[in-house]
């Protein structure tokens, strides 16, 4: 049954864009912003989006920065080019890639909840922490942990506009709680000119413990602050990560 993963950041990359609009990102990404500007020790003019996906946080972003996208997906990418044509957008893996330059912000995002072991964390934060200049500021995001998660939670969204028209319905599960990852398995209803078809998918993520999340981040020499946040009454966990000057 599990034969099919990751189908929204590849065949079915093109429902991404019909699926919570930008303005639904605008809160999670204008609050990004505040932090950058109050924890960082420079005026931050540049912005490194790691897992940027199909731009939606960049669309408010790029308001305040000069953004810059990093995705594994070319499918996501083309998407976020379409939204964003003036940011600047670049296939990679979050865990190992060396664009050659520093920026005064990193953004590590949403995406981050695909790592699943603690190595690739802690590769994923080294990599970020050597694109970052000192005193600047990296934002990464713990959606779900050892701690918040919901076994067997199911959650159902619907697209806005016009056809066509899709339901999704998103059920997390964590079949063995001793390891560090959980599955969500996608169904979505895609219903046009009268008729239905039916996709799936599957997605691995990662689940730690927060005491590994600030192990990781340290290791990889951040000063870091931690904020609890809710969206949608689901909690989450955000740390402010500083490089040292
Ligand atoms: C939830 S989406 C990001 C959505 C994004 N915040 C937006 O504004 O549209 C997660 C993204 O993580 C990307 N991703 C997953 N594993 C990755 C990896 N190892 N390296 C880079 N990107 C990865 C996927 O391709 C996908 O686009």
């Known amino acids: 049954m599990k034969d ?6 590849s065949d079915l990359a093109w429902i991404w864009p019909l699926w919570e609009g930008v303005e639904q990102y605008r809160p999670e990404s204008e609050d990004a912003v505040k932090l950058f500007k ?4 420079m005026d931050a003019r540049t912005l490194l989006d790691i897992t940027c ?7 408010t972003l790029k308001k305040y920065f000069d953004v810059t996208g990093l995705d594994a997906s070319e499918a996501m990418l083309e998407n976020a080019r379409k939204l964003n044509p003036e940011c600047t957008y670049i296939q990679g893996d979050m865990r190992d890639f060396d664009l050659g330059k520093e920026f005064d912000a990193v953004y590590v995002n949403d995406g981050i909840a695909y790592i699943t072991t603690g190595d690739d964390l802690e590769k994923t934060f080294a990599c970020a922490a ?3 200049k000192p005193g600047g500021v990296m934002l990464t995001i713990a959606e779900k942990y050892k701690g918040n998660f919901k076994q067997n939670q199911t959650k159902i969204f619907h697209s806005t506009g016009d056809e066509p028209l899709i339901t999704y319905i998103e059920n997390n599960f964590d ?3 001793a390891d560090t990852t959980s599955e969500t398995t996608f169904v979505y209803l895609i ?4 008729k239905l078809r039916i996709e799936h998918d599957f997605h691995t993520f990662g689940l730690f413990t927060i005491e590994t999340w600030r192990e990781k981040l340290k290791k990889a020499g951040f000063e ?14 955000t740390f402010i990560c500083v490089k040292p000057l």
């Open 53 to 59: 996906g199909a731009g939606k946080n960049d669309f």
């Open 224 to 237: 870091i602050q931690e904020r609890d946040g809710v969206y949608e009454g689901e909690s989450y966990r």
């Open 38 to 41: 109050e924890f960082s020790k």
């Open 4 to 9: 099919k993963t990751n189908r929204l950041y």
């Open 130 to 132: 050597r694109h970052l």
């Open 191 to 194: 219903r046009e000119r009268g």
């Open 175 to 177: 079949p063995d709680p």
